[in-house]
């Protein structure tokens, strides 16, 4: 028998589960249709080389305190200085993961009295570090600059003060659609305020270079960018890119860059390698290209799916327990794709998140739809 403190605990997980809403950790299996190891990074030979001759040359695989108590160690200040200058930046911070950078970010620079304005679709971490924030914070409907424009003006009319932060991601990791970029930068500079673009998804795979979906609008001097290193670049941490300004506030005012032990150094040297891979061998964005054109053309003609024009390729499904169940069976095919269900996306749209690597190859793309046509009609009868 349970003990009776733990009853509470039990009952929300026994109400998710009812719902189809429980999670549970489940192994690697199958073929990667799941991951964000978009351009096969991950366990590139190269990398992991690299990573090798970092331990053969004596960098320590832990910071052994924060940056500011001796952790600060040169694989992080190396980092920095290259990833600053790949991404044409005039400053870059190095965090342990894409969801501290955005905690430490919301909760620091927008101050008292300003606003953030932000996609209601934005990542969980920025809703996070909005929600520690001492501003004022609106979301408004996904994708549309207008509705941007409008609550800033709304709050301006009703006595706001300060600067508004209008928050985004470039690419959208459930829907796999892109926002636009350069719209909200103009919107930005018309109000006065800034901008915070959320790369996760779009590193090292969209913009010029593998940049970015807002490369070439950092110089403005008003743009925060975001570019996490465990999607596309096969590591882990985040680089935040800002003017010196603000990196040096965060510095000295963002509670969990400061108290926090520093990413590992040898992850460090792994994200530096990483960064010279993208540029070195552009040929993995364009057989990326290539396989996510593959992977639309084949969605549409067989399933009738209109494709996001991007990587991250969404199948709706609306029921959980349905898409927990379609899931279930590609994986047990040989596929490994997830089930995707609130809070994660909004009530009603619970989906399978598709994901195109690297990994995979045309041949099993196509399989995969085959079987996945076959599995959504067998649901419906």
Same mark, same amino acid.
């Given at each position: ?47 992991? /080389? ?73 990542? /969980? ?74 790369? /996760? ?148 749209? /619970? ?31």
């Amino acid at each position: 028998m349970s003990s009776p403190a733990l009853a509470r605990y039990e009952a929300t997980l026994d109400g998710l589960a009812r719902r189809s809403r429980i999670r549970a950790l489940a192994p690697q299996h199958g073929v990667d249709f799941t991951s964000n190891d978009y351009l096969g990074l991950a366990n590139a030979p190269r990398l992991k /080389a690299a990573i090798a001759a970092a331990i053969d040359r004596g960098v320590s695989a832990g910071a052994g305190g924060s940056r500011l108590l001796r952790g600060n160690h040169p694989e992080h200040e190396a980092l920095e200085a290259e990833a600053a200058a790949f991404f044409r930046v005039e400053r870059v911070l190095y965090f342990g993961s894409g969801f501290a950078a955005n905690v430490a970010l919301f909760s620091s620079l927008p101050q008292r009295d300003d606003l953030i304005v932000h996609d209601a679709l934005i990542h /969980a971490s920025a809703h996070d570090g909005i929600a520690a924030s001492k501003a004022e914070a609106v979301a408004v409907p996904h994708n549309e600059v207008d509705a941007f424009d409008r609550a800033i003006r709304r709050w301006r009319k009703a006595g706001g003060k300060g600067r508004p932060w209008i928050a985004v991601e470039s690419l959208y990791s459930m829907d796999g659609d892109q926002a636009t970029v350069a719209d909200l930068a103009d919107l930005a500079d018309r109000h006065d305020g800034f901008l915070v673009v959320d790369e /996760a998804h779009a590193s090292g795979v969209f913009g010029p270079g593998g940049r970015g979906l807002a490369s070439g609008l950092e110089s403005r001097g008003n743009i925060v960018v975001l570019h996490t290193c465990g999607k596309a670049l096969g590591v882990s941490g985040a680089l935040l890119g800002l003017p010196s300004v603000l990196a040096d506030y965060l510095i000295n005012r963002a509670r969990n860059f400061i108290y926090s032990t520093a990413p590992s150094p040898l992850m460090a040297s792994g994200v530096r390698e990483a960064l010279r891979m993208i540029a070195d061998e552009p040929e993995r964005r364009m057989r990326l290209e290539g396989l996510k054109n593959f992977a639309g053309e084949q969605l549409s003609s067989r399933l009738g799916i209109s494709p996001s024009g991007s990587q991250i390729l969404p199948v709706m499904i609306g029921d959980n327990a349905r898409s927990l169940r379609i899931a279930d069976r590609m994986r047990a095919e040989g596929y490994d794709i997830r089930a995707i269900r609130p809070p994660t996306v909004p009530e009603g749209t /619970a989906r399978l998140r598709i994901s195109i690597t690297l990994n995979v190859d045309e041949e099993q793309i196509a399989d995969m739809v085959q079987r996945l046509a076959t599995a959504l009609e067998e649901e419906r009868s």
